[in-house]
């Protein structure tokens, strides 16, 4: 709690098993290939189109592999804590909720630009802490399926810029389309990870990574997690067949609420 407050992350190492990274990443030696906008099931082909890797939206629906991640035991009581409202009505439908779960290839030249920082407000990402009691609004856990090191594109993070009043002097420049994307800015360090590890982070932190320069491919998994009001990010919703596999628990996390019929709700 100390750690996460004050940096506003925090490195799970270990986190999945050398059987659970290998089990994911079986699963996605199949989709290796898909191109962006292409549907494998109920999984979708996304990219951004700002040179960050393709991603493949709704992992979870791609097997019981991802779909044990949605409460794996490592992160889950973490993310409850720090998305917060135990005890008051944000708990009313569960204690959480999905907005965004992908798989990330990307390959050499690819990188994501610095984003976010307490700066904003958003409410969507916020961090905030009151009485002794977090209420964050977005808590992201990024799982690392290959070893990221020197030159493997590792995500860059700047200490304690999830509670920053003002823009870092020269954000811009290292923005998705800035002219050093990929670069590490004052201030920021670059999270080597190995396969299995986890990286917890609250979504107002100021974040990106840098350039791979390697050859091969740099995977990750990243789940994203809010209060159970919350919505997607994208246009997307969990499939009946996916719903129909979960235990209670997890089914609560992917859709803690859901539609009367009509007439119900009428009456």
């Not at 050398?18 to 292409?38: F, M, W």
């Not at 890797?53 to 804590?81: M, R, T």
């Not at 307490?118 to 977090?134: E, K, Y």
């Amino acid at each position: 709690i100390f750690f996460f407050d004050l940096r506003g992350y925090l490195l799970l190492e270990g986190a999945l098993s050398a059987e659970e990274v290998a089990e994911t990443n079986a699963i996605l030696d199949e989709a290796a290939s898909l191109k962006p906008g292409q549907w494998w099931g109920h999984v979708h082909a996304h990219w951004y189109g700002d040179n960050d890797g393709l991603n493949l939206q709704q992992i979870y629906e791609a097997g019981e592999p991802f779909e044990k991640l949605i409460d794996h035991p490592s992160w889950i009581d973490k993310v409850k804590c720090f998305v917060g409202g135990e005890g008051t009505f944000d708990w009313h439908h569960g204690p959480l909720f999905i907005d965004e779960n992908f798989a990330n290839f990307r390959a050499p030249g690819e990188a994501i630009g610095m984003h976010s920082g307490g700066h904003i407000g958003r409410q969507r990402s916020q961090f905030r802490v009151l009485n002794g009691r977090f209420h964050c609004g977005q808590i992201n856990v990024l799982m690392a399926l290959t070893n990221i090191g020197p030159g493997d594109g590792g995500t860059l993070i700047i200490p304690g810029s999830h509670k920053s009043n003002f823009v870092h002097p020269n954000l811009a420049t290292y923005q998705t389309r800035g002219e050093r994307a990929g670069e590490a800015p004052e201030g920021a360090v670059e999270v080597h990870m190995k396969a299995g590890d986890a990286l917890l982070f609250v979504a107002a932190i100021c974040h990106g990574s840098t350039k791979r320069t390697n050859p091969g491919q740099r995977r990750t998994v990243v789940y994203r997690y809010g209060p159970s009001w919350g919505n997607f990010r994208h246009n997307y919703h969990v499939s009946e067949d996916l719903l129909a596999r979960l235990t209670p628990e997890r089914r609560q996390i992917v859709r803690p609420r859901s539609a009367w019929p009509a007439e119900t709700a009428l009456t």
